[in-house]
């Protein structure tokens, strides 16, 4: 207890609160005992400039909220006015007597003796329509809750938070029977994932589905006694509504009590054995890291869509993870000479990214993507924007790039980028989560409609465009009735009827053969008309901004601007491009990065040592009932998957005992997932490849000695990054002291030279001396006249600067590069350097 206040006295000074964030998998499940896997990030939230600072308290992550106004007048005011969360905030002004998730609220039921109403959601959470044929049309599934409680139902995915708010915390008979009968408690699930993996893993197990609102009913002790997701007020369609609920949980507690709450007890005692993952030996073996990696790969591609792109049927929401095996694949095929196989997965990546950059998923006007696409086109989205979908996806093109030297996709990387920069950024370099689906569809309007903001009629893009609007709408497919007609699932109950969702059925070459003008002069009268629409655009109300920091997926896009700040230095000269990229110069990237740089521990607080593998909670907080060892990569890369892979680079920064260490903890990690990786390989992919890395005895050492400032040094980096390496490590020296000082795995993202090679991005990516002997590109940067640096290396790794001292001091910078602890003659240009990469490097081609 005491390493965790002294933790905690750090995270004050430093102004961190360190939290575990979790996304709830809404897999299906049959018994208890078949949990799903979800997804674990290791979190810190930053305060906003601005902000008072609150309270440190372990799990509480600062939500970025403006603060609400004092001096507006409402009619009721509850505790939540006094949160930072924007999603608590909203509800404020409820007439429910809302508490936040806290002691406060448990003493109230336990000194009342009543149960306690929890309702969790989020802030972008979607509203849907409240039209009753609507409702009933798209509500999920719905499961009876067996034996005495067959009046309890759940509702299977859904995301009607907003709808639940108007409909009943809004509503001042439902908050009377809150208020009268149950203490009331609203979480945010992206500030407190602790919470909402405990409870969405309930009602997920026991009734075979979840989402958002979820609504929870628990014993004074926290323990579950029953659930479901969205509840209307009144009983229709032949279900119970809230109303109903709210007697029927009152009548079982006076009556049952003691029923209740022994289920729930069990129920949590079952969760916690299922989901309790030990390794059952020290490591998996080599064979079932190359079968895990073959077998994942290639059930994603019996799934793949080859007319439309990307994995699976409708809804089609973007996977990174799925791009990245596929691309690591195709690296491992090309070294094998397989270069049919290896040219198949890279196809395939290319095709689904671009279809997705020309569906309506990608906001045309603005950049950046939306959430996903409801059909099989990408075209109609749910038009929510979430920073870790962005984080990732740079990545993804940023690595397509690399490998194809096709600037369509370094320029979509651009396009996201860019949106991040302009859109999501705080005064202080923070970097926001979300933005909502809804806005306004005009200034003064009472509701809000899904994608009000981004939609288009044909007449608005007639009057704004003038004379280029009929090639607009050629080429966007735009048409006076709506063009939401591609697929039946694209917009069943004709919400956007004389709507359009900009997207690209055809490309700019085609289209501009079909207007008899040149490609340049058709992009350039494409370019003006995306600013015409994009300033009309702006004078509409703005959808809701969630400016909570979450540090797990700012670390996500502070991965994608370092990397590229490097990458796009490849873009050749000529380069076009167009609004809404804005072309900058690719350091300027680098400069958001290191703004938005933060820290995180996390051995101290998540390692099981003994049974391998982290957890999704430090364990010291009573109120959280399950810890859980998360895995699922699924829109975000599991924490499980990301930590294997930074441990085996971290087992190459060292020589000696700690290295050993980090492989061995890298080891036990991968043995504790040894079923899922032989079962399930599917739904780990970022984990197979960290098991493959760790399990191909294969090493390629960059070591580039020489001036940092100068021009050559600059040249022989971005001859680097030319080539796409998945297993490539990049580093340079300074702060490097610091990171071995106090923790075993004290993890910064540190961002001189483009760190965070792999896309993954929540953790910094590692030094890389020669001891190590996994599959892995280690390039290493190092001024010998720096005496810090020259230091640094002489203690952790002598051979490193021993090489530095070795290095004819006549040449601005040379490249040393080594192959399997064979090194070939030194090189003094930057086109050598590239020769001696592109060796084993693959070459393919684009869709």
Request: contains cysteine; aromatic residues 10%.
């Given at each position: 207890?005491?390493?965790?206040?002294?933790?905690?006295?750090?995270?004050?000074?430093?102004r961190l609160v360190m939290i575990s964030a979790s996304a709830v998998s809404t897999a299906t499940?049959?018994?208890?005992?078949?949990?799903?896997?979800?997804?674990?990030?290791?979190?810190?939230?930053?305060?906003?400039?601005?902000?008072?600072?609150?309270?440190?308290?372990?799990?509480?992550?600062?939500?970025?909220?403006?603060?609400?106004?004092?001096?507006?007048?409402?009619?009721?005011?509850?505790?939540?006015?006094?949160?930072?969360?924007?999603?608590?905030?909203?509800?404020?002004?409820?007439?429910?007597?809302?508490?936040?998730?806290?002691?406060?609220?448990?003493?109230?039921?336990?000194?009342?003796?009543?149960?306690?109403?929890?309702?969790?959601?989020?802030?972008?959470?979607?509203?849907?329509?409240?039209?009753?044929?609507?409702?009933?049309?798209?509500?999920?599934?719905?499961?009876?809750?067996?034996?005495?409680?067959?009046?309890?139902?759940?509702?299977?995915?859904?995301?009607?938070?907003?709808?639940?708010?108007?409909?009943?915390?809004?509503?001042?008979?439902?908050?009377?029977?809150?208020?009268?009968?149950?203490?009331?408690?609203?979480?945010?699930?992206?500030?407190?994932?602790?919470?909402?993996?405990?409870?969405?893993?309930?009602?997920?197990?026991?009734?075979?589905?979840?989402?958002?609102?979820?609504?929870?009913?628990?014993?004074?002790?926290?323990?579950?006694?029953?659930?479901?997701?969205?509840?209307?007020?009144?009983?229709?369609?032949?279900?119970?509504?809230?109303?109903?609920?709210?007697?029927?949980?009152?009548?079982?507690?006076?009556?049952?009590?003691?029923?209740?709450?022994?289920?729930?007890?069990?129920?949590?005692?079952?969760?916690?054995?299922?989901?309790?993952?030990?390794?059952?030996?020290?490591?998996?073996?080599?064979?079932?890291?190359?079968?895990?990696?073959?077998?994942?790969?290639?059930?994603?591609?019996?799934?793949?869509?080859?007319?439309?792109?990307?994995?699976?049927?409708?809804?089609?929401?973007?996977?990174?993870?799925?791009?990245?095996?596929?691309?690591?694949?195709?690296?491992?095929?090309?070294?094998?000479?397989?270069?049919?196989?290896?040219n198949k997965n890279v196809e395939m990546v290319c095709h689904t990214l671009q279809c997705m950059?020309?569906?309506?998923?990608?906001?045309?006007?603005?950049?950046?993507?939306?959430?996903?696409?409801?059909?099989?086109?990408?075209?109609?989205?749910?038009?929510?924007?979430?920073?870790?979908?962005?984080?990732?996806?740079?990545?993804?093109?940023?690595?397509?790039?690399?490998?194809?030297?096709?600037?369509?996709?370094?320029?979509?990387?651009?396009?996201?980028?860019?949106?991040?920069?302009?859109?999501?950024?705080?005064?202080?370099?923070?970097?926001?989560?979300?933005?909502?689906?809804?806005?306004?569809?005009?200034?003064?309007?009472?509701?809000?409609?899904?994608?009000?903001?981004?939609?288009?009629?044909?007449?608005?893009?007639?009057?704004?465009?003038?004379?280029?609007?009929?090639?607009?709408?050629?080429?966007?497919?735009?048409?006076?009735?709506?063009?939401?007609?591609?697929?039946?699932?694209?917009?069943?109950?004709?919400?956007?009827?004389?709507?359009?969702?900009?997207?690209?059925?055809?490309?700019?070459?085609?289209?501009?053969?079909?207007?008899?003008?040149?490609?340049?002069?058709?992009?350039?009268?494409?370019?003006?008309?995306?600013?015409?629409?994009?300033?009309?655009?702006?004078?509409?109300?703005?959808?809701?901004?969630?400016?909570?920091?979450?540090?797990?997926?700012?670390?996500?896009?502070?991965?994608?601007?370092?990397?590229?700040?490097?990458?796009?230095?490849?873009?050749?000269?000529?380069?076009?491009?167009?609004?809404?990229?804005?072309?900058?110069?690719?350091?300027?990237?680098?400069?958001?990065?290191?703004?938005?740089?933060?820290?995180?521990?996390?051995?101290?607080?998540?390692?099981?040592?003994?049974?391998?593998?982290?957890?999704?909670?430090?364990?010291?907080?009573?109120?959280?009932?399950?810890?859980?060892?998360?895995?699922?990569?699924?829109?975000?890369?599991?924490?499980?998957?990301?930590?294997?892979?930074?441990?085996?680079?971290?087992?190459?920064?060292?020589?000696?005992?700690?290295?050993?260490?980090?492989?061995?903890?890298?080891?036990?990690?991968?043995?504790?997932?040894?079923?899922?990786?032989?079962?399930?390989?599917?739904?780990?992919?970022?984990?197979?490849?960290?098991?493959?890395?760790?399990?191909?005895?294969?090493?390629?050492?960059?070591?580039?000695?020489?001036?940092?400032?100068?021009?050559?040094?600059?040249?022989?980096?971005?001859?680097?990054?030319?080539?796409?390496?998945?297993?490539?490590?990049?580093?340079?020296?300074?702060?490097?002291?610091?990171?071995?000082?106090?923790?075993?795995?004290?993890?910064?993202?540190?961002?001189?030279?483009?760190?965070?090679?792999?896309?993954?991005?929540?953790?910094?990516?590692?030094?890389?001396?020669?001891?190590?002997?996994?599959?892995?590109?280690?390039?290493?940067?190092?001024?010998?006249?720096?005496?810090?640096?020259?230091?640094?290396?002489?203690?952790?790794?002598?051979?490193?600067?021993?090489?530095?001292?070795?290095?004819?001091?006549?040449?601005?910078?040379?490249?040393?590069?080594?192959?399997?602890?064979?090194?070939?003659?030194?090189?003094?240009?930057?086109?050598?350097?590239?020769?001696?990469?592109?060796?084993?490097?693959?070459?393919?081609?684009?869709?």
């Amino acid at each position: 207890m005491s390493r965790w206040r002294s933790i905690l006295a750090i995270a004050a000074r430093l102004r961190l609160v360190m939290i575990s964030a979790s996304a709830v998998s809404t897999a299906t499940t049959s018994s208890l005992l078949r949990l799903p896997s979800l997804p674990l990030r290791f979190c810190i939230c930053l305060p906003r400039s601005g902000c008072g600072r609150r309270p440190i308290a372990a799990f509480v992550a600062l939500a970025m909220a403006g603060s609400s106004s004092s001096a507006e007048s409402h009619r009721h005011t509850n505790r939540l006015a006094s949160e930072h969360s924007p999603y608590l905030l909203q509800h404020a002004h409820n007439p429910v007597d809302w508490y936040p998730w806290g002691e406060e609220a448990f003493e109230k039921a336990r000194k009342r003796n009543i149960p306690i109403f929890l309702s969790i959601g989020y802030s972008t959470c979607h509203c849907k329509s409240k039209d009753e044929s609507f409702a009933n049309a798209h509500s999920p599934k719905m499961n009876l809750v067996p034996d005495d409680s067959k009046w309890l139902y759940i509702l299977g995915v859904g995301t009607w938070c907003h709808v639940m708010e108007v409909e009943s915390f809004e509503n001042e008979e439902i908050a009377k029977m809150l208020n009268d009968w149950f203490v009331s408690i609203k979480v945010d699930r992206e500030e407190r994932p602790d919470v909402d993996k405990v409870y969405m893993t309930y009602v997920s197990a026991l009734y075979g589905g979840g989402g958002w609102p979820l609504s929870a009913f628990l014993s004074p002790n926290l323990k579950p006694l029953m659930g479901g997701t969205y509840f209307p007020p009144d009983d229709k369609y032949g279900r119970p509504g809230f109303k109903t609920i709210l007697r029927k949980v009152k009548e079982a507690w006076e009556t049952k009590r003691e029923m209740l709450e022994k289920s729930g007890t069990i129920a949590i005692e079952q969760l916690s054995e299922a989901l309790s993952s030990t390794a059952n030996s020290s490591k998996i073996s080599d064979e079932l890291a190359r079968v895990s990696l073959k077998r994942c790969s290639r059930q994603l591609a019996s799934s793949y869509d080859p007319k439309f792109g990307g994995f699976g049927t409708a809804p089609k929401f973007p996977r990174p993870v799925e791009v990245y095996i596929l691309l690591y694949e195709s690296r491992k095929l090309m070294e094998e000479g397989r270069q049919s196989d290896a040219n198949k997965n890279v196809e395939m990546v290319c095709h689904t990214l671009q279809c997705m950059a020309r569906g309506g998923i990608h906001d045309h006007i603005g950049g950046g993507f939306h959430r996903y696409s409801v059909d099989e086109h990408w075209h109609v989205p749910h038009f929510e924007k979430m920073l870790y979908d962005h984080g990732q996806l740079a990545n993804a093109y940023l690595d397509t790039f690399s490998i194809t030297k096709d600037t369509y996709y370094s320029s979509v990387a651009h396009d996201i980028l860019d949106y991040l920069r302009r859109d999501m950024i705080g005064d202080a370099g923070e970097i926001y989560s979300a933005e909502d689906a809804d806005s306004a569809e005009y200034h003064g309007a009472t509701t809000k409609k899904e994608g009000s903001f981004y939609i288009w009629t044909s007449q608005e893009i007639e009057e704004i465009l003038g004379e280029h609007a009929n090639l607009f709408k050629d080429h966007y497919y735009i048409k006076p009735s709506g063009n939401c007609d591609l697929s039946p699932m694209s917009d069943p109950h004709d919400e956007f009827k004389g709507k359009n969702v900009l997207t690209e059925r055809k490309d700019a070459p085609s289209r501009a053969s079909k207007w008899d003008k040149s490609i340049d002069e058709y992009n350039k009268i494409l370019e003006e008309c995306r600013k015409k629409l994009y300033d009309a655009r702006s004078k509409r109300p703005r959808p809701h901004l969630d400016d909570k920091v979450i540090v797990s997926w700012n670390g996500l896009a502070i991965s994608s601007f370092a990397r590229a700040s490097k990458v796009l230095k490849a873009e050749p000269k000529e380069t076009q491009f167009y609004f809404p990229v804005m072309g900058c110069d690719p350091n300027e990237y680098l400069e958001v990065a290191e703004k938005a740089i933060f820290m995180s521990l996390v051995d101290e607080l998540f390692l099981d040592k003994q049974g391998g593998g982290y957890y999704n909670t430090p364990g010291e907080d009573p109120s959280i009932l399950l810890r859980v060892k998360e895995d699922h990569d699924g829109a975000e890369p599991s924490g499980n998957s990301v930590s294997a892979i930074n441990l085996i680079r971290l087992s190459s920064m060292v020589a000696g005992a700690r290295s050993d260490n980090y492989k061995r903890t890298s080891e036990h990690l991968l043995a504790v997932f040894e079923k899922r990786l032989k079962d399930q390989s599917i739904a780990i992919p970022l984990m197979c490849c960290a098991a493959h890395m760790l399990s191909v005895p294969s090493r390629k050492q960059v070591v580039l000695v020489g001036d940092k400032s100068s021009s050559e040094f600059a040249n022989m980096v971005i001859a680097v990054f030319a080539s796409y390496d998945p297993n490539r490590t990049v580093h340079s020296t300074l702060h490097f002291h610091h990171f071995f000082c106090q923790y075993s795995l004290f993890v910064l993202v540190m961002l001189e030279v483009a760190k965070g090679d792999m896309f993954t991005g929540n953790y910094y990516k590692a030094l890389s001396p020669f001891p190590s002997k996994e599959h892995k590109t280690e390039v290493i940067q190092i001024d010998p006249n720096n005496s810090e640096e020259m230091e640094f290396w002489e203690h952790y790794n002598p051979n490193i600067a021993e090489m530095a001292k070795g290095t004819p001091k006549d040449e601005p910078v040379v490249a040393h590069v080594c192959q399997n602890f064979a090194c070939s003659p030194p090189v003094t240009s930057a086109d050598g350097l590239r020769i001696l990469l592109a060796k084993t490097a693959p070459v393919a081609s684009t869709a």
